[in-house]
């Protein structure tokens, strides 16, 4: 994969690039994706892929009063627009996935697939009820438990990271803070409109998630018609970093399929 620069919409992006053949757009989840991160260099075994960067995550800058989930939503259709080939593979992790699923809904011309890694974006319990951990305001340790499978083998070793890696990190709960701060990761209006969604869809979940659970999961591709849900060992959150092989093997299929 390749640190590229793409300009959409008069916005700067970091970009991943990598890989030859059909387009896929690949949103990264709650963290920018490392250039280093194997999962995007084995999905580009199965077609072109582009991973941007969103306005406030890893290397690109937020422009002025871009600060709402809908702006993510219409710079990813800009983004989509702009990508050459034909049609486009949607592969969103964990609040990437959301972003995915607001633009499955509006529908897109080139929208061909879409894959849900361990989205959030819906409210399915009642008010009191807490259906996604609150990463904000629990407990760090609270949060790298339910976040891997195995921390002690996948978290981000912050006492080990330079100093260009932390200034990211910030940067990325920065940005996750204020797209999804209120209401907390979700669209209150979305699982009406989860319906709409057109295109055959995969939705992927790591067995010990503990930020949104398997049964989450299993609700959220209920509402999108004739959606295949997997589970895969081993991974919680994130299995794009604790299970990549798996993860590409699974999404390799649902496009040979």
């Known amino acids: 994969m390749k640190t590229e620069r793409l300009t959409v ?4 992006l970091e970009v991943l690039r990598g890989g030859e053949g059909n387009p896929i757009v ?16 084995l999905l580009a075994a199965h077609g072109s ?6 306005p406030g995550f890893g290397d690109t800058a937020r422009p002025k009063d871009f600060d ?10 800009a983004i989509m627009d702009a990508v050459p080939g034909g049609d486009i593979t ?10 995915a ?12 697939r879409l894959v849900l890694v361990d989205p959030v974006g819906i ?7 807490a259906d996604i951990l609150d990463v904000f305001n629990r407990s760090p340790a609270d949060v790298r438990a339910a976040e891997w499978h195995d921390p002690a083998r996948n978290a981000p070793d912050f006492d080990e990271m330079e100093d260009g890696g932390i200034i990211r990190h910030a940067r990325d709960w920065d940005a996750l ?35 949104v659970t398997p049964a989450y999961g299993r609700t959220f591709a209920g509402l999108i018609p004739r959606a295949r849900f997997e589970t895969i060992a081993d991974a919680g959150h994130h299995p794009d970093v604790e299970q990549p092989d798996e993860l590409t093997r699974s999404i390799a299929a649902f496009l040979g399929g």
């Open 177 to 211: 803070c204020l797209y999804g701060w209120h209401p907390y990761l979700y669209n209150p209006q979305l699982n009406r409109w989860l319906g709409r969604i057109a295109v055959p869809t995969l939705v992927v979940w790591g067995e010990s998630d503990g930020i």
């Open 101 to 112: 699923a607001e633009v499955a809904a509006g529908g897109h011309p080139r929208l061909k």
């Open 68 to 77: 709402t989930i809908y702006d993510l939503v219409h710079l990813t259709r």
């Open 9 to 12: 919409h008069g916005i700067d």
């Open 26 to 41: 690949l949103l990264h989840g709650m963290r920018s994706l490392s250039p280093d991160a194997r999962f995007p260099a």
């Open 90 to 99: 949607l592969v969103g992790l964990s609040f990437g996935g959301w972003i």
């Open 49 to 54: 892929v582009v991973a941007p960067s969103l």
């Open 123 to 129: 409210k399915i319990s009642d008010r009191q009820t």
